[in-house]
C-alpha cells in the first residue's frame, strides 16, 4: 500500500463512501454521466478497492473523475451503501493536492471554478453572479437570458431588488462584512484556502509560469472552451 492510498483512506468521505464494493454495477446502471461519457462509477471503485498506487495515480490525471455531476444517484440503490459520489470527492481533493487534476482537459477546468465559483464566495457569498453567466459562455440559457443579462440593472430597479445595498432583498444583495468573515474563517478552517490555492500551484507547476496560467485563463475567457488553449505535449 502506497502513500497516496493511505492518504486517501484517511479521508472522512471516502471512508463513508466505500463500504466493500462487490462490484454489481447498480451505481453504473442509474448514472447519468455514465450515459453520455466515458465513466463507470464501478470501474473507479474497483480501482480504488484494489489499492494499487499506480493504477490510482492513473485514475488522479484522468478525466474519470470529473465526469461525476455529484447527483448521488448513486448512493441510496447500491445494496452495500456504498456512494461512489463521496469516493469521487475524496479522489478530487486528492488529485488537487498532489497537481494530478493539471494532467486532463477536465481537471484543468478547476482554474475555472476556483476563479470563478470560489472567488466569488470569499468577495460576495455567492459562488455566481450575474455578471459571470455571459451568454458567449452560457448559450443554453437561451434569448431570455440575454435580455436580462444586457438589461439587468434596469430590470433590478424595475423589480426594487438592487444589486449594491447590505441586505437588500433578492439575490447579490451586499452580505455585512462581518459575515463574510464567519464565512472565510469556515472556508480556511476546513481546507477549501488550501485547496484553492493548490489549483493555482498545480497549474502553474504544469504550465511552466504564472504567465502561462493567465494565458490560459484569458484564452477561457475569450473563448468559451478550454480546449482552444494549445498544450505543450512536452509538459
Known amino acids: 500500500m502506497g502513500k497516496l492510498v493511505d492518504e486517501l483512506k484517511r479521508d472522512i468521505q471516502y471512508q463513508h463512501g466505500m463500504n466493500a464494493c462487490l462490484n454489481c454495477g447498480i451505481c453504473t446502471a442509474v448514472c447519468p454521466a455514465a450515459e453520455f461519457y466515458d465513466y463507470s462509477p464501478r470501474e473507479v471503485m474497483n480501482i480504488c478497492q484494489t489499492e494499487d498506487e499506480d493504477w490510482l495515480v492513473e485514475l488522479l490525471k484522468s478525466d474519470k473523475i470529473w465526469f461525476c455531476g455529484q447527483c448521488f444517484s448513486c448512493k441510496p440503490r447500491c445494496p452495500r451503501g456504498n456512494s461512489t459520489a463521496d469516493v469521487i470527492l475524496a479522489l478530487r481533493r486528492l488529485s488537487v493536492r498532489h497537481g494530478y487534476f493539471a494532467e486532463s482537459e477536465k481537471g484543468r477546468q478547476q482554474l475555472f471554478a476556483k476563479r470563478v465559483f470560489g472567488e466569488n464566495m470569499l468577495k460576495r457569498g455567492y459562488t455566481l453572479v450575474a455578471e459571470n453567466i455571459t451568454p458567449e459562455h452560457f448559450p443554453e440559457l437561451g434569448e431570455n437570458w440575454e435580455y436580462y443579462y444586457e438589461h439587468?440593472?434596469?430590470?433590478?430597479?424595475?423589480?426594487?431588488?438592487?444589486?449594491?445595498?447590505?441586505?437588500?432583498?433578492?439575490?447579490?444583495?451586499?452580505?455585512?462584512?462581518?459575515?463574510?468573515?464567519?464565512?472565510?474563517?469556515?472556508?480556511?478552517?476546513?481546507?477549501?484556502?488550501?485547496?484553492?490555492?493548490?489549483?493555482?500551484?498545480?497549474?502553474?507547476?504544469?504550465?511552466?509560469?504564472?504567465?502561462?496560467?493567465?494565458?490560459?485563463?484569458?484564452?477561457?475567457?475569450?473563448?468559451?472552451?478550454?480546449?482552444?488553449?494549445?498544450?505543450?505535449?512536452?509538459?
Open 152 to 235: 439587468k440593472e434596469e430590470m433590478r430597479e424595475w423589480w426594487g431588488v438592487p444589486m449594491d445595498l447590505e441586505n437588500s432583498a433578492g439575490s447579490h444583495r451586499v452580505i455585512p462584512e462581518k459575515d463574510m468573515d464567519e464565512l472565510r474563517a469556515i472556508y480556511q478552517a476546513t481546507g477549501a484556502i488550501e485547496l484553492m490555492d493548490a489549483v493555482e500551484k498545480g497549474m502553474e507547476k504544469k504550465l511552466g509560469s504564472k504567465k502561462e496560467v493567465e494565458k490560459y485563463w484569458e484564452n477561457w475567457v475569450e473563448t468559451a472552451d478550454s480546449r482552444n488553449y494549445e498544450m505543450d505535449e512536452n509538459k
